[in-house]
């Protein structure tokens, strides 16, 4: 591979043209190894960033792309329907809550979140209080990189700072702090609550990463916090959007980390593990009520609609993998993984150099004092067998669900030699 060209030429993500990143050059995926071109194999720990959840090249989803490829693999979505969307848009209305009833397809995760922003500014504008178009978003989130999104991640770990001008002030109440296992307290949810009690004239929603805070620190917490948001929202007139785009279809152990806390939001927004990891879709669903409310405003009709909207090619393998994890012990697979990381990360936790290790269902986060140093981190796993990409303190596996017990040991006993020896 011309590998002087993609260092001159290609972004990366997050990355300089400058000084560019070492990249490794891949040649093909299969089960849950990514191969080099010099044919190494590496254990996929990050499931290519949540998403991959059935591994690589798998035979139902590639059956599924190539019989709609060769129908048609896109036509425009205004004014024309098709199959795979209506499909893909029953089986969301099936597997979420019940209350979530509307579907609007993306193209992307950052797309899908910028879509559920503008319902609820276009809800409260079309039930007349327009006044109502700012959010409260907690710190240590992240919701994507586009300008509406960017303004609701962590503001500082966020990119705020470097857009300061062009971003909307939002409200950011405090990082949850009681972890999964812990009960929430008054004194908990106390700054929330004030900022809502003083703020929710200008509010127009919540919005959140439910249970798992993702890319802004890897971070679990109390169902009974997202309980006591959801009874917020509800006390002060407030939507509550959730950013499911990494936890959906059963990475915390439920199909949706929502069901920790037995709550529904009133959108919702789905992307990463959508297809499978074969390309990418994204979803964003609503309640009746938001969307009658948007329909009956002004403006008559939601004002977004993306050229790729609802592509039927992706549509299609979303309906195969979604049918494939149904049909998969799935919830045994994310318990099993959950048990193993538990189990064989632990002795990380008597490490000097390690802060806190913490699970739950099928993600693995080792949090250390120091950032690490990622690209002599990457290589001595890749060494190992490995494919993880620490950021910052954390390093974390999520692997694909059919990983086997034999190479989940070998990918924590990778980390295990690599984190428990700096
Ligand atoms: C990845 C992610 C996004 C953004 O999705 P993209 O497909 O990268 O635009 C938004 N929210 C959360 C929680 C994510 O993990």
Known sequence: MDLD?????????YSSLIDPPPVYPVE??????????????????MSSWWCALHGY??????????????????VMFGGLTHEPAIELGKRLVDITPEPLQRVFLADSGS??????????????????????????????????????????CDPVNGMHHLFAGQLTQHFFAP????????????EDIAELRQLIEQNHAQLAAVTLEPIVQGAGGMRFYSPEYLKRVR?????????????????????????????????????LALGKALTGGTMTLA????????????????????????????????????????????????????ANIEKQLKTELAPLKESEAVADVRTLGAIGV????????????????????????????????????????????????????VLGNP
């Open 57 to 74: 090249n798998v035979p139902e989803l590639n059956a599924a792309a190539q019989r709609q490829l060769e129908k048609m693999s896109h």
């Open 175 to 186: 990082a949850p702090k009681p972890k999964f296992n812990e009960p929430c307290g008054e």
């Open 5 to 13: 060209f993609d260092r001159n030429h290609l972004w990366h993500p």
């Open 111 to 152: 797309v899908a979140m910028e879509v559920a922003i503008k319902m609820a500014l276009q809800y409260w504008q079309s039930r007349g209080r327009s006044e109502k178009n700012r959010l409260l978003a907690l710190r240590n989130g992240y919701h994507g990189d586009t300008f509406g999104t960017m303004a609701t």
């Open 283 to 334: 979803a964003t669903l609503c309640t009746d009520r938001v969307a009658d409310g948007i329909c009956r405003g002004e403006a008559g009709v939601f004002m977004h609609g993306p050229t790729f909207m609802g592509n039927p090619l992706a549509c299609a393998v979303s309906n195969a993998s979604i049918d494939l994890l149904l049909n998969s012990p799935w919830q045994k697979r994310v």
């Open 28 to 45: 093909r995926a299969e089960g849950v190894r990514i191969y080099l071109e010099d044919d190494r194999g590496l254990i996929d720990g």
């Open 366 to 417: 080792v949090e250390m004092h120091e950032p690490v140093d990622m690209m002599q981190v990457q290589e001595a796993l890749i060494d190992r067998g490995v494919w993880l990409r620490p950021f910052g303190r954390l390093v974390y596996a999520m692997p694909p669900y059919v990983i086997s017990e034999q190479d989940l040991g070998q990918l924590t006993g990778a980390m295990m030699e």
């Open 231 to 267: 009874e917020l929202c509800d006390e002060y007139e407030l939507l509550l959007i959730a950013d499911e785009i990494a936890t959906g279809f059963g990475r915390s152990g439920k199909m949706f980390a929502c069901e920790h806390a037995g709550i529904s939001p009133d959108i």
